[in-house]
């Protein structure tokens, strides 16, 4: 069993940054894919970034919105923490971000069927 919180939310403007934590329970994270979800009001949850468990393989989405070259996740597993750190935000990365994990000893997954546990969520917001 893994739980997930969330947090490093908030308001800024086009172009700020933000770093958002995704802390876990259990003695066993190192073998949990983690990933990063998010949801626009008015849309469906996309995938935005994963990490392998041992933080070797990472992966982003391409999606017409890309986060590649704004975005990095990374983990700590001796602190239980996923990262998301975001550059150059804009508008449309305003949404509820989730993370979210999966047992998993490969290639983290995209798709959100895939991961077994969720957290709450934390608000971004991105005004222009």
């Known amino acids: 069993q893994v739980q997930l919180v969330e947090s490093g939310g908030g308001s800024v403007q086009a172009g700020g940054s933000l770093r958002l934590s995704c802390a876990a329970s259990?003695?066993?994270?190192?073998?949990?894919?983690v990933g990063w979800f998010r949801q626009a009001p008015g849309k469906e949850r996309a995938f935005v970034a994963a990490?392998?468990?041992?933080?070797?393989?990472?992966?982003?989405?391409d999606s017409s919105d890309s986060v590649k070259g704004r975005f990095t996740i990374s983990r700590d597993n001796a602190k239980n923490t996923v990262y998301l750190q975001m550059n150059s935000l804009k508008p449309e990365d305003t949404a509820l971000y989730y993370c979210?994990?999966?047992?998993?000893?490969?290639?983290?997954?995209?798709?959100?069927?895939?991961?077994?546990?969720w957290g709450q969520g934390t608000q971004v917001t991105v005004s222009s």
């Open positions: 979210a994990a999966y047992r998993s000893y490969s290639r983290p997954g995209f798709s959100e069927y895939e991961y077994r546990y």
């Open positions: 259990g003695r066993t994270f190192s073998s949990y894919a």
């Open positions: 990490i392998s468990g041992n933080g070797a393989m990472t992966y982003y989405s």
